[in-house]
């Protein structure tokens, strides 16, 4: 024991003395300046590196030449610290040439006066202080403590006065004057301070300054020493503004955060990486950090960087970010340039990205979701029934548009959405307060119930109701449970005694008695009575007749396995971050996470119609929906179709990716198509039939349960649900598929036939260039432009 504790000891003082060593040789390689390794000797010269920042990738429409993302060249204020004159040797120089930075980049500075009192005693200086700082400027002090961004804070025995931009050289030779009871911050010098620059960074002081401000600086470099401007770029968003819903895949860029840097900034070795990551790790939590080397310990992303933070813009960071360039030269020790710039590494600009996305189709159906959102708030404020009055604002949905032979993404919308431009422009930076940190409870509430941010096409997780059975239908043709011909009762209702004695009831959505039907018509009428029995069996069915056929049912582990197939539970693969698994439950999964409650056979009848535990993405619908349209493929969804370097070369082109094929028989995929055609032509979704809609649509609605036990005003008991309808058309060529969710309208008038249906056929129509017939039948309704 002593042996090992020695031993650990020993460990421990390797790794300190080996951790003091690389400090020491990162001080003398990156920190310690030239004075402080050469004094003024002016026969020394030293390496000087410059740095050439890469232009970020645009990001375009499917044409080439719609910019969704650009890179704007912008010019910032910047200070090398170390050619700043120095605050120990010439500090009245260096407030001076920070007052001047000040000046243009128009910021507050501050005077401390201290004792308080000297002011009584010091009329001169009063007075001085009025011309500097305006009349009136002292009031007594208030018994209460001022409000945010007062003209001045009293403390103990001093006092703050806030200096206006335009007076800061005025308040910079009143406190050498006065320099025992005045001090100035200048706010510049914390953010120096706050940068931890290398020597060769800047830091930059304010960004996008105007061109004439830009002239002034370098013409008056000499004057400025130490002060200079940087080309650089600012990220724009030139469509999110009138296409809100481009926001949520393209993503956005932001400052690079410290944790960031320590994960993409390669290591010099392992044992560097390791110390790098081991610090970090009480606020970045788990890191990976590769172990490359640099040119001249120079890392990849410095301080003042952007970097993608979402979307597009994050997954994309490698191919959008472009390379940074380095250049030497050689200086003396006062830093004049003693050789020409040899390149070292040169800048290489990012790559652009080519999307999938048609903006014209993207801005149609983000109208046509709108619009069915709209309705869908309408008929809850008017509904005869007050407790859907009650239901909170209809605002949130997600619609998907998937190409069926290939796994291309036509077209993404998330709802709520919003600008994205709020991330990069300053002067719009309020608007992301009520999105991050609401005022108050309740807005939090609303926070969370909207959820703005999230992308919910990947990152929404939802029971897919009655959108799932054309899944459970083939798994179950597949194990031959039944066949195309195989009728089984329904009644309308099932009946069973589960083991603990509890009766478990699953009706039909409308307890209608459907007779004894076959797959397909079950698909067509959406009865939940002939997918339980597939699914758990009817054999143990209280409520069935004698004479009435009886099946066991798939069982829930050949359930789960072949939902499994179509992709469900599993990430889709698409290249954005924040994809959600979603979920199909086991037995296992129940009791881990149930406390070790057992599945029921009522469980499985929940999963066989898409209620209970299981939840699924409005992407991984898409998806699986397009597998069961184009014979059983699965595409890896993808929205880049090219990727062009900053000159017009192409990098990479698109290629479909098949991720996996369903290993069920094409012919029973077939048959439920044919139920989901059948649905449309023939069953309660009117607005897609072909006689009202121009297009032959196979489809599957699903109006799917969640939340609380509502109560109705005649004392019955009801959930609220979603609506979602995915199809595909044409029926007999699939081209494409199509998934529409809106949050909460279920029971909003048959929500999923009357509002996502009509929706998924508008969004159809747009692609197909098809317009609702001039003459339709009267029961064909009328679909709002």
């Given amino acids: 024991m002593i042996q090992t504790s020695r031993l650990f000891v020993l460990q421990i003082i390797m790794v300190v003395i080996l951790s003091v060593l690389a400090v020491r040789l990162y001080n003398v390689q990156l920190i310690e300046n030239d004075s402080q390794r050469y004094g003024n000797n002016l026969e020394i010269s030293t390496t000087r590196y410059v740095l050439a920042q890469p232009r970020r990738g645009e990001i375009l429409a499917n044409d080439g030449r719609t910019l969704l993302a650009e890179s704007v060249p912008i010019f910032s204020l910047a200070v090398l610290p170390d050619r700043l004159p120095s605050a120990i040797a010439e500090p009245e120089r260096r407030n001076q040439v920070l007052g001047r930075v000040v000046q243009i980049a128009e910021m507050t500075s501050t005077i401390t006066i201290s004792p308080m009192h000297v002011l009584d005693q010091q009329p001169a200086l009063h007075e001085a202080l009025t011309r ?111 296409v809100q819903s481009l926001s949520h895949f393209l993503g956005y860029v932001g400052r690079v955060n410290q944790c960031e840097l320590v994960m993409e900034n390669p290591s010099e070795s392992w044992l560097a990486g390791l110390l790098d990551v081991v610090s970090h790790a009480p606020s970045c939590g788990v890191l990976r950090k590769q172990a490359t080397s640099s040119i ?47 390149v070292m590494r040169p800048v290489r600009n990012g790559n652009n990205l080519i999307l999938t996305i048609d903006l014209t189709f993207q801005q149609q159906v983000e109208t046509v979701m709108r619009r069915w959102l709209a309705e869908s708030e309408r008929r809850r404020q008017e509904s005869p029934e007050p407790h859907k009055q009650k239901y909170p604002s209809i605002t949130n949905g997600a619609a998907v548009v998937f190409d069926v032979r290939d796994g291309r993404i036509l077209a993404m919308t998330s709802f709520p959405t919003y600008d994205n431009n709020i991330w990069v422009d300053p002067e719009r930076s309020n608007e992301l307060i009520p999105l991050l940190s609401p005022a108050d409870e309740e807005a939090w509430k609303e926070l969370i119930r909207l959820a703005t941010l999230t992308n919910r096409t990947i990152a929404g997780l939802y029971p897919p109701g009655s959108s799932f059975k054309q899944f459970v239908g083939s798994i179950a043709l597949h194990h031959q449970v039944v066949n195309r011909d195989t009728k089984l009762r329904d009644p309308g209702l099932i009946v069973l005694q589960e083991r603990g004695g509890q009766q478990f009831v699953l009706p039909n959505s409308t307890r209608v008695d459907n007779g004894e039907i076959d797959i397909v018509t079950a698909l067509k009428v959406s009865s939940n009575v002939f997918f339980a029995s597939i699914a758990g069996g009817n054999d143990q069915a209280s409520n069935l007749r004698e004479s009435d056929y009886r099946i066991e049912g798939m069982g829930i582990d050949r359930l789960s396995e072949g939902l499994q197939w179509f992709g469900f539970g599993q990430p889709t693969g698409v290249r954005l971050p924040g994809e959600t698994r979603g979920l199909i439950p086991t037995p296992t999964w129940k009791a881990h996470n149930l406390r070790g409650e057992p599945w029921t056979t009522g469980d499985t009848y929940n999963m066989s119609i898409g209620q209970g535990y299981v939840q699924t993405t409005p992407l991984q619908l898409a998806m699986s929906t397009a597998s069961v349209a184009n014979g059983g493929t699965l595409y890896l969804p993808q929205m880049v179709q090219q990727i062009t370097s900053s000159s017009g070369d192409v990098v990479a082109d698109f290629q479909a990716q098949t991720i996996g094929h369903v290993p069920i028989d094409p012919a029973h995929l077939a048959v439920m198509r044919e139920g989901m055609r059948l649905s449309v032509t023939e069953g309660a979704n009117v607005a897609a039939r072909p006689d009202c809609s121009g297009l032959n649509i196979a489809g599957k609605t699903g109006t799917a349960e969640f939340g609380p036990i509502i109560e109705r005003e005649d004392g019955s008991q009801t959930r609220r649900s979603h609506s979602w309808f995915v199809g595909f058309a044409p029926y007999e060529d699939p081209q494409i598929a199509v998934v529409v969710l809106l949050e909460g309208t279920g029971d909003l008038n048959d929500g999923s036939s009357t509002l996502a249906v009509p929706a998924v056929t508008q969004i159809m129509q747009q692609y197909f260039g098809v317009s609702t017939p001039e003459e339709i039948p009267e029961d064909c309704p009328k679909l709002p432009e």
Avoid: F
């Fill in 132 to 242: 500097v700082v305006g009349e009136p400027w002292l009031s007594p002090v208030p018994t209460e403590p001022p409000p945010i961004n007062t003209l001045y804070q009293p403390l103990t025995d001093s006092l703050k006065v806030q200096i206006a931009p335009d007076r800061i050289l005025e308040a910079v030779d009143l406190t050498r004057t006065y320099s025992d009871v005045l001090s100035l911050e200048n706010p510049v010098e914390p953010i120096i301070r706050n940068s931890n620059a290398r020597r060769y960074e800047t830091v930059i002081i304010k960004e996008d300054i105007p061109h004439e401000l830009t002239l002034a600086v370098r013409e008056n470099s000499a004057h400025l020493p130490g002060v200079v401007v940087v080309d650089g770029y600012k990220r724009l968003y030139p469509q999110s503004g009138s």
């Fill in 296 to 342: 001249a310990g120079i890392p990849l992303y410095q301080r003042e960087d952007r970097i993608g933070k979402d979307g597009l813009e994050g997954s994309y960071e490698v191919e959008l970010r472009g390379e940074l360039g380095v250049k030497t030269l050689l200086v003396d020790a006062l830093d004049r340039p003693v050789s020409d710039e040899r």
